[in-house]
């Protein structure tokens, strides 16, 4: 299974180069005091992802970058820097036509759902409305499956933001069955790394909604039952600390896992650009000759590369033309 071959391709570049860990910590570090303050209740906590919205398309963009360098060999945080900085601007308005999306699919889900209710009302069958929103509920995972690459897409310099959906759509098309299985494992990751987490508050919550039951048999004032209620489903300080420990561990490990998978598998299965290029043709679709890989140290496979010169290459949509010769490889 293609899936599998792209999962053992993404393990082994994450085993070669640990290097891509610090930035999956970097990232869990940036968007801490956002699970934190969450966990307290702290209203303050809705409004900064918001602020973090901004701050992640460098992340998102410099570790592709750094995932696509190590299926190949090694990486550095060089990388980082750079590509980060080269596609932070395609992939930030991509991700604003990624919640375009998810918001015209929201409204579009619930305007259906709820006439299809009103219809099921009209008729006497109620349970279609629960049948209506399971099927648009469907329809919206299938739109996320279809489009889930556009940020490998974005930071590997193949499209703009806009193509990007399409290059997308494209390879989901041309590998349907590889890319459920790659759904499905990112499922399974994904909920092995929040359960930790995720687990505690529902308990929390579970006990809670326990609580307000017994308390509204009891015949507790409204005002009295809302002040338990804030005591119970709140954590202490030691609670959220330990959380969030757990939370940042989590989301290193996750974060890493999920762009250096996304980046083998797409890198496996990516169709031609619109153009009739491939990946390994972007590097040579600049106005000025391509250069020999001799001569500019660049790997075909990986559209990345080092240079040694002041002169400017175009590496597959990045500029690789300040001076890496004297960045450490980590």
Do not use: C, W
């Not at 393990?11 to 180069?17: A, C, D, Q, Y």
């Not at 499956?145 to 556009?150: A, E, K, N, P, R």
């Not at 299985?181 to 919550?205: D, E, F, H, K």
Request: net charge negative; charged share 10%; glycine share 10%.
């Amino acid at each position: 299974m293609s899936a599998l071959r792209s999962l053992r391709v993404a393990l082994g570049s994450l085993g070669r180069n640990p290097v891509l860990f610090l930035v999956g910590l970097a990232y869990g570090l940036v968007m801490l005091p956002q699970s934190a303050l969450q966990l307290t209740g702290n209203l303050f906590g809705s409004l900064l992802p918001f602020v973090t919205f901004f701050v992640a398309p460098f992340f998102v963009a410099g570790i592709i970058g750094m995932a696509s360098e190590s299926i190949d060999g090694e990486t550095s945080l060089s990388t980082l820097k750079r590509v980060g900085r080269n596609r932070y601007v395609p992939l930030l308005v991509a991700s604003f036509v990624n919640v375009g999306i998810l918001i015209g699919l929201a409204i579009a889900g619930g305007i259906i759902v709820l006439l299809i209710g009103l219809l099921g009302f009209v008729v006497g069958i109620p349970l279609i409305a629960l049948v209506a929103a399971g099927l648009v509920g469907l329809g919206i995972v299938v739109v996320l499956v279809f489009i889930q690459f556009y940020p490998v897409a974005v930071s590997l310099g193949d499209t703009d933001a806009i193509d990007s959906f399409r290059q997308s759509i494209r390879l989901v098309r041309k590998n349907l069955l590889s890319t459920i299985g790659y759904s499905v494992i990112n499922a399974i990751a994904v909920l092995i790394m929040t359960l930790p987490v995720s687990g505690p508050m529902y308990y929390r919550q579970l006990q809670g909604a326990q609580q307000l039951q017994r308390m509204q048999t009891q015949g507790m004032s409204p005002n009295a039952v809302s002040s338990q209620m804030s005591q119970l489903v709140q954590f202490s300080t030691q609670e959220v600390m330990l959380l969030s420990a757990i939370s940042l561990a989590a989301m290193m490990l996750l974060f890493t896992f999920q762009q250096a998978y996304a980046t083998a598998f797409y890198r496996d299965h990516a169709p031609p650009l619109e153009d009739g290029t491939t990946r390994a043709d972007v590097s040579a679709s600049g106005d000025e000759p391509p250069v020999s890989d001799e001569a500019s140290g660049l790997d075909a496979d990986s559209g990345f590369g080092d240079s040694s010169t002041e002169t400017t290459e175009s590496n597959g949509g990045f500029d690789t033309g300040t001076d890496d010769s004297t960045d450490g490889q980590l």
